[in-house]
């Protein structure tokens, strides 16, 4: 089993920055790659960023692509995700995910263990 914790979420105006911490625990070593996903009210779970966990490869999606950036810190055992330029679509409950398999990455089925999540709010 692996554990996630995020933290860092919060209320920011159009243009500012916020970052995620996801704090991994339990069979960190089973890691394959870690995420982040968001869902906005009203709307299905969005991929947002993936990284590789021991080769540190990056992916995103175009809507947060050159703004958002997807890093880890193996030693910590924690994911991060540096927002910035933030706008009011940014605005939803961001998840950190683990999958322990080299399922496809922007699939939310394919990741094995959630964290609780953590609100951004992004006001205009």
């Known amino acids: 089993q692996v554990q996630l914790v995020e933290s860092g979420g919060g209320l920011v105006q159009a243009g500012g920055s916020l970052r995620l911490s996801c704090a991994a625990s339990g069979r960190t070593w089973s890691i394959y790659d870690m995420g982040w996903f968001r869902q906005a009210p009203g709307r299905e779970r969005e991929f947002v960023a993936v990284i590789t966990w021991n080769s540190g490869l990056t992916y995103y999606p175009d809507s947060v692509k050159g703004r958002f950036t997807i890093s880890r810190d193996n030693a910590k055992n924690t994911m991060y995700l540096q927002m910035n330029s933030l706008k009011p679509e940014d605005t939803a409950v961001y998840y950190c995910?683990?999958?322990?398999?080299?399922?496809?990455?922007?699939?939310?089925?394919?990741?094995?263990?959630w964290g609780p999540g953590t609100q951004v709010t992004v006001s205009s």
């Open positions: 995910a683990a999958k322990v398999s080299s399922g496809l990455y922007i699939r939310d089925t394919s990741y094995d263990y």
